[in-house]
């Protein structure tokens, strides 16, 4: 089957691309173009006509033979002016090529991963490069996209596969006792694979932060301007703000670009006694979230003298203290408050906003990101390597000659787990592995 897609944004637009891939790609162009296919991959200006031989539009168009292409199929690129009405002419008329259809979502890619081009993770990339909205998410999907992790993966993956290898020779040739060197090697290579993935592991969730969204909590007691905060960071109103004291009772959430940084910004309940039982179960949200958070702005006010009760339930190093304010700073900030070198600001007129953003930023920088090695952006990765973990221990708590049976599966689906982070698991690895090191009949 043959499919094809508007693989540019959606819209009136200068130009647009259609993209074609499949089998029938070939007789696509000569319906369109009522003429000999282009050198491949080379611009070439075409008028792009419908059944009826009326003109549709002038556009480059781009021919891709198979398996050279992204997709690893014959494949065409149509690129014309970007009006609604040329696009759906266009598209029409390759609806009437037979075995032609609309894509499914991600289709192109899938099918690119299914033909070799490219793995899971480089996938996963090119998706995430789409997604990214910040530098940073940028800079990670690149990443991703080059294949270091895929190649830590894969490392990793051959080493257990060359071990496997080894303790299938031993079930098949039970006969055989396999030298002491082989035993202590095959010790050595699983022990330094687990200690690499459990260093992998080890990573404080940085990959899955950045493409998912830094948690930043604002809390602290009613009143002090946390919605006016939050309102004032995104540039628009998020939350109500009023001077009736516990205003916001549950969790407020909006998506920032804060110079860079993928932020989630969370408004929550005023912190204080009250009898109110919707409001109590707003603030029990508000501690809840700030736990969990990655950082939490605590807004207070000069004399917020009830604040140490909902403070001291709160990681000290993942907090930054903000005295709101300021335009009202004429009456002396409680000792107490001052001891936290707190950071000065007004809402209200614009004070001191960029200090509390540089201090976000050092923060996220300092906390999460430390390391250009990031490798695991997904909960899946986790999932698969804990998994891995998981039967790489098993596997060695029956590391002896008696147990190969049973430690060789242990392996198998050690090697299955890291086999599914890119996307290949296959047993005929295995057996060419031993066919390979092995002189089996000899």
Known sequence: MTFYALSSGPGISGIAVIRVSGSETVN???????????????????????????LIDEGILLWFPGPNSYTGEDMAEFHVHGSRAVIEAIQSSISEVS???????????????QNGKIDLLKAEGISDLISSETEIQRLQAIKIMEGKSSKIFETLRHTLIKVLSKLEAKIDFPD?????????????????????LEKLLDDQRVGERIREGFKISIIGPTNVGKSSLLNHLANREVAIVSEIAGTTRDVIETHLNLDGYPVILSDTAGIRDSKDEIERKGIKLSLKNANEADLNIIVLEPKSVEFQSFLSALSKDKNIIVVNKLDNINETMDEEIRKLNPISISVKENK?????????KKKLENKFISSNDIIITRSRHRDNIEKCIYHLKTFHNKNS?????????????AVRHLGLIVGKVDVEEILGSIFNDFCIGK
């Open 28 to 54: 696509v162009i000569k319906q369109l173009t009522n003429s000999s296919l282009p050198k491949p991959k080379e611009a070439t200006l075409r008028k792009f006509i419908n059944k009826n031989n009326e």
């Open 99 to 113: 075995n032609c259809r609309l894509a499914s979502p991600g289709e192109f890619t899938k099918t690119a991963f």
């Open 176 to 196: 055989e006792d396999l030298p002491i060197e082989i035993l202590d090697g095959i010790k050595a290579d699983t022990t330094k694979a687990l200690a690499d």
């Open 352 to 360: 001191n906003i960029d200090l509390l953003i540089n201090e976000i």
């Open 401 to 413: 000659e008696e147990e190969f049976d049973k430690a060789a599966e242990d392996l198998r689906l």
